[in-house]
């Protein structure tokens, strides 16, 4: 039961199981229900020089995200909901793995300092256990904006992400305790983003995580 409770702790920070049981790698899970009432957000997309501009949707969302992010262009006309969606899928796996390493320097720049406490206490808390942690995003199933605001000066971005994890984590002997690199389990997670579009900086921190 100790060995389970700790082989789990990572999911405590990042995220949960979806279930009980364990999927293969390679197998598809069911599509995620849509929103009740979703609307679509159709904003431009860049077009190349000359070019006529073309429009693309977001996935559907709720009125009231839809709201949040036309309240953030209309004060950053910088921000782009569809680059942001990508910029989010990257951040998601560069937090992961900067947790997984246990860097704490590189989620330091990238986390609010709340955030980097609790990561920096579960990085502690594993090392202390004498434990070492071989994970490995498998996919990303999905990216959706499910949240967004703005309460001078801050922007504030709520994201859910679906993935597929391999997790393993081994003792101080080199022992597998729990987990296996040959089964992915279904995570999912709901991160929350915060800009301050008064400063020069573009780049958004990870400011909460939650599961979701």
Not at 92 to 111: H, N, P, S, T
Not at 113 to 121: D, G, N, P, R
Not at 182 to 196: K, S
């Amino acid at each position: 039961m100790v060995a389970a409770f700790l082989g789990m702790r990572l999911y405590s920070v990042l995220g949960r199981r979806a279930d009980h049981g364990e999927e293969p790698v390679q197998s598809r899970f069911d599509a995620p229900v849509a929103p009740a009432n979703p609307v679509a957000l159709p904003l431009p997309e860049r077009a190349a020089p000359g070019a006529a501009p073309q429009g693309r949707d977001l996935a559907p969302m709720l009125p009231s995200v839809e709201r949040g992010l036309r309240e953030i262009i209309a004060v950053d006309r910088r921000f782009d909901p569809h680059g942001f969606i990508e910029g989010a899928r990257s951040a998601y796996r560069i937090v992961l793995e900067a947790f997984w390493r246990g860097d704490k320097a590189e989620l330091a720049q990238l986390c609010d300092a709340e955030v980097v406490k609790s990561f920096a206490y579960a990085i502690d808390s594993r090392v202390a256990a004498g434990e070492v942690v071989e994970n490995r995003l498998v996919r990303i199933e999905e990216v959706s904006v499910v949240g967004a605001s703005y309460g001078a000066p801050y922007a504030r971005v709520v994201v859910r992400f679906v993935a597929d994890i391999a997790a393993v984590t081994r003792n101080g002997d080199g022992h597998v305790i729990a987990g296996s690199l040959h089964d992915a389990v279904e995570v999912r997670d709901v991160w929350t983003f915060r800009r301050d579009v008064t400063s020069g900086n573009p780049d958004w921190l990870l400011e909460a995580t939650d599961e979701g």
